[in-house]
């Protein structure tokens, strides 16, 4: 899967980059720019019950430079799958104990899931630790993806690798709070429709998190 060449990004979009870099870099203490919070599925479910113990999980937030702007990539994972089977996730998944810490776990579980080489990758920090529902516990890591770059998606985890401009996850509009009956109980959670699909869960709070990273920033 050929994603395309090299290209020159905006002027601002690179701006926006470099600050963002910055301010997701974090100092040999392992603080960052912001005071990091716990988010998670129980943020518009309180008192919700979460499944113990925690599982230990990375995901890799890729923001991919496009000459026409920046995107980000998703997946839809495949609907056997145990957890979360059929929606639109960021490709990652458990951390192993041979993982020297959640970015090596993030490259990894993407280089399997997608075919993503490490190479391509420019972990620019981390974004707040999300819980889900289900029992884990989420380290989002934000990298930069240069083109171009191929795509294997595995076939047993993967059904689908896409990407979405990110000025459609700024949108003003979004995201939506919608609900769902989850075994007779109402749940609340973000949602970003694209298309004819919608992006919600905890990739939708991790989304949300972005956000307001990306809105704290200078124009761009």
Request: glycine content about 8%.
């Amino acid at each position: 899967m050929d994603q395309g060449e090299r290209g020159r990004i905006s002027g601002e979009a690179e701006t926006m980059l470099t600050e963002l870099r910055r301010r997701l870099r974090r100092d040999e203490a392992g603080a960052s720019w912001h005071s990091p919070r716990i988010r998670g599925d129980h943020d518009l479910n309180p008192g919700m019950g979460i499944m113990n113990p925690l599982r230990e999980a990375a995901v890799l937030v890729p923001l991919v430079r496009r000459p026409d702007g920046i995107t980000l990539i998703f997946t839809r994972r495949t609907a056997h799958l145990a957890y979360h089977a059929g929606q639109i996730s960021f490709p990652g998944g458990h951390i192993e104990p041979e993982d020297e810490d959640p970015e090596a776990a993030a490259l990894r579980e993407t280089w399997e899931e997608i075919g993503l080489h490490r190479d391509h990758v420019e972990p620019l920090g981390r974004l707040d630790t999300y819980i889900t529902r289900t029992g884990f516990r989420v380290t989002p890591v934000v990298g930069l993806i240069q083109p171009p770059f191929q795509l294997k998606p595995d076939p047993q985890e993967v059904a689908e690798v896409f990407e979405v401009p990110l000025t459609v996850i700024m949108d003003p509009a979004l995201p939506r709070q919608e609900s769902r009956n989850l075994s007779g109980v109402s749940r609340f959670f973000y949602a970003f429709p694209y298309r004819s699909d919608s992006i919600w869960g905890a990739t939708a709070g991790m989304l949300v998190n972005l956000r307001e990273v990306l809105g704290a920033l200078p124009k761009w």
